[in-house]
């Protein structure tokens, strides 16, 4: 009678639990173990691609700090000296850092390639994750088109190997989603131990990255609604879990700073309540709906609004409008930031591909003998599609774009300012009183405006590199440009 029922549902996909012998699985990939292997050895080629330059907290909010900690040097920026920095997401690295030079092999290659490596295994586990999600809510199917849509969309591809903050809060997210009940079919009989599970893994998330809390907090405002055993939810999980994480992730930036720094707080103060971020720039509140969301989407676009509507997974869809939505309030607005509900809108994604597929298989059956089946199928040049947009954007953006990794010291950020108004007086007083460097690199932007008076002060071109082809923040920077002083370099350079 169920499956009866089923049958008559306008769901365009067949309810079909993941154990089901009768479903015929078109992948080759199936079990967990196969998907996690192919994730793996997918992210670490990914890793391995990336070749360009992104955001500079990569370098500067963890491997730099990293380097610090393991090694003993290293710049900390402003942000280090304010305490909105918790040092649990650098330590990562440092015990990547401390490996390779107990066994020796802290040398350049290494060095440069093994924390995206890392962050690869991370990142594989985020995408096994999100095919265990998905294939909880809609089926064996659907479960594997969303890992398709994982892996081939093009901004995926460009940041989630990255060693950002952010590519790790995603990570956490879906593995917390996943334990988190309230998106089950059954979640009013699962199990307790699940939840905490996801609570456990939401606190570390916000531990990793504060902002994180706009997620959870939806999450959790949404379970307290629905469950029976509030007064538990509140106080027998939800309070003794996150105190016991604050405490561990205090503890250890106790450690780190030499005194009591309590992140959270700080990180409060400086992103909400003062608005410190919108000095690195501001959007339009409709900038994430507009632009920055919908680039991120790609092509994927059109099948994730599909599969919102097909699926009417409206938990789901309320989670990603809550996140934008909010992000939207704060005048600052980046990718990265809105990067852990980017998955959840290619699993709607994922759903209008197994509905296309589910469609074709039908269609085929009706018709094998008729000339339209000759002709490729919706499903064929949806893919077609798909990954001709997102591929060659995808090599561009990690081969080509911004190749020259360059990131502007923030320390005091007046100065940024002061140089960009005025290069050439800025420079001017710089050189009335400093020590004269062996090399100067900048932008080819602003060698037009200098080029004279480093030749003033014996500066000659050393080296020309590329760097975009279009402008990002400001004016187009095509290459990076290195001088070196007459003093000391050879006549042959």
């Given at each position: 009678m169920i499956n009866r029922r089923r049958s008559k549902s306008n769901n365009p996909i067949p309810n079909q639990n993941h154990n089901n012998s009768q479903y015929q699985n078109p992948f080759i990939f199936s079990s967990v173990k196969r998907v996690f292997t192919?994730?793996?050895?997918?992210?670490?080629?990914?890793?391995?691609l990336v070749q360009t330059y992104f955001n500079p907290d990569e370098h500067w909010q963890a491997l730099e700090v990293a380097h610090r900690v393991a090694f003993g040097y290293g710049h900390l920026t402003w942000e280090w000296s304010?305490?909105?920095?918790?040092?649990?997401?650098?330590?990562?690295?440092v015990l990547l850092y401390r490996l390779l030079a107990f066994f020796r092999l802290d040398t350049p290659f290494f060095m440069r390639h093994a924390p995206r490596l890392l962050q690869s295994i991370f990142s594989a586990v985020g995408d096994c994750y999100l095919y265990l999600f998905s294939r909880e809510i809609f089926g064996e199917r659907v479960a594997l088109w969303t890992l398709f849509s994982q892996l081939a969309n093009w901004f995926m591809i460009f940041c989630f190997t990255r060693t950002l903050s952010n590519s790790l809060e995603t990570v956490l997210t879906l593995i917390g989603l996943y334990y988190w009940p309230l998106f089950r079919k059954s979640s009013r009989n699962a199990n307790l131990g699940s939840r905490k599970w996801g609570l456990a893994v939401a606190a570390l998330a916000c531990a990793i990255r504060p902002t994180s809390a706009i997620t959870w907090l939806y999450v959790g405002l949404l379970e307290f609604y629905e469950t029976r055993d509030r007064l538990r939810f509140i106080f027998l999980e939800v309070t003794p879990i996150g105190v016991m994480v604050l405490a561990l992730t205090s503890l250890l930036d106790r450690w780190m700073y030499k005194s009591w720094t309590f992140v959270p707080l700080n990180f409060l103060r400086f992103n909400f309540l003062s608005s410190g971020g919108d000095y690195y720039g501001t959007h339009?509140?409709?900038?994430?709906?507009?632009?920055?969301?919908?680039?991120?989407?790609?092509?994927?676009?059109?099948?994730?609004?599909?599969?919102?509507?097909?699926?009417?997974?409206?938990?789901?869809?309320?989670?990603?409008?809550w996140v934008l939505g909010l992000y939207s309030v704060l005048g600052h607005k980046e990718f990265r930031f809105v990067l852990p509900v980017l998955p959840i809108a290619l699993m709607f994604s994922g759903y209008s591909?197994?509905?296309?597929?589910?469609?074709?298989?039908?269609?085929?059956?009706?018709?094998?003998?008729?000339?339209?089946?000759?002709?490729?199928?919706?499903?064929?040049?949806?893919?077609?599609?798909?990954?001709?947009?997102?591929?060659?954007?995808?090599?561009?953006?990690?081969?080509?774009?911004?190749?020259?990794?360059?990131?502007?010291?923030?320390?005091?950020?007046d100065e940024s300012d002061r140089f960009m108004m005025d290069p050439?007086?800025?420079?001017?007083?710089?050189?009335?009183?400093?020590?004269?460097?062996?090399h100067i690199v900048l932008f080819d932007s602003e060698e037009r405006q200098l080029k004279e008076l480093l030749s003033m002060h014996s500066f000659r071109e050393?080296?020309?590199?590329?760097?975009?082809?279009?402008?990002?923040?400001?004016?187009?920077?095509?290459?990076?440009?290195?001088?070196g002083s007459t003093e000391h370099i050879h006549p042959q350079t």
């Amino acid at each position: 009678m169920i499956n009866r029922r089923r049958s008559k549902s306008n769901n365009p996909i067949p309810n079909q639990n993941h154990n089901n012998s009768q479903y015929q699985n078109p992948f080759i990939f199936s079990s967990v173990k196969r998907v996690f292997t192919l994730c793996l050895i997918f992210r670490m080629v990914n890793a391995l691609l990336v070749q360009t330059y992104f955001n500079p907290d990569e370098h500067w909010q963890a491997l730099e700090v990293a380097h610090r900690v393991a090694f003993g040097y290293g710049h900390l920026t402003w942000e280090w000296s304010k305490g909105i920095r918790s040092y649990l997401h650098p330590m990562l690295f440092v015990l990547l850092y401390r490996l390779l030079a107990f066994f020796r092999l802290d040398t350049p290659f290494f060095m440069r390639h093994a924390p995206r490596l890392l962050q690869s295994i991370f990142s594989a586990v985020g995408d096994c994750y999100l095919y265990l999600f998905s294939r909880e809510i809609f089926g064996e199917r659907v479960a594997l088109w969303t890992l398709f849509s994982q892996l081939a969309n093009w901004f995926m591809i460009f940041c989630f190997t990255r060693t950002l903050s952010n590519s790790l809060e995603t990570v956490l997210t879906l593995i917390g989603l996943y334990y988190w009940p309230l998106f089950r079919k059954s979640s009013r009989n699962a199990n307790l131990g699940s939840r905490k599970w996801g609570l456990a893994v939401a606190a570390l998330a916000c531990a990793i990255r504060p902002t994180s809390a706009i997620t959870w907090l939806y999450v959790g405002l949404l379970e307290f609604y629905e469950t029976r055993d509030r007064l538990r939810f509140i106080f027998l999980e939800v309070t003794p879990i996150g105190v016991m994480v604050l405490a561990l992730t205090s503890l250890l930036d106790r450690w780190m700073y030499k005194s009591w720094t309590f992140v959270p707080l700080n990180f409060l103060r400086f992103n909400f309540l003062s608005s410190g971020g919108d000095y690195y720039g501001t959007h339009k509140w409709h900038w994430y709906f507009t632009q920055g969301f919908t680039v991120m989407l790609f092509t994927f676009l059109p099948f994730s609004i599909s599969g919102i509507f097909q699926s009417k997974q409206w938990k789901l869809f309320g989670l990603m409008a809550w996140v934008l939505g909010l992000y939207s309030v704060l005048g600052h607005k980046e990718f990265r930031f809105v990067l852990p509900v980017l998955p959840i809108a290619l699993m709607f994604s994922g759903y209008s591909l197994g509905s296309l597929g589910t469609l074709s298989d039908s269609e085929r059956k009706r018709k094998r003998s008729s000339l339209r089946s000759k002709c490729p199928s919706r499903m064929q040049l949806a893919l077609f599609f798909l990954l001709m947009t997102n591929l060659p954007m995808a090599l561009y953006m990690n081969l080509v774009h911004q190749y020259f990794i360059f990131s502007d010291n923030k320390e005091i950020p007046d100065e940024s300012d002061r140089f960009m108004m005025d290069p050439v007086g800025f420079v001017s007083e710089l050189v009335k009183d400093w020590s004269l460097p062996s090399h100067i690199v900048l932008f080819d932007s602003e060698e037009r405006q200098l080029k004279e008076l480093l030749s003033m002060h014996s500066f000659r071109e050393v080296k020309r590199f590329f760097h975009a082809h279009f402008k990002v923040d400001r004016d187009l920077q095509a290459y990076v440009v290195v001088y070196g002083s007459t003093e000391h370099i050879h006549p042959q350079t």
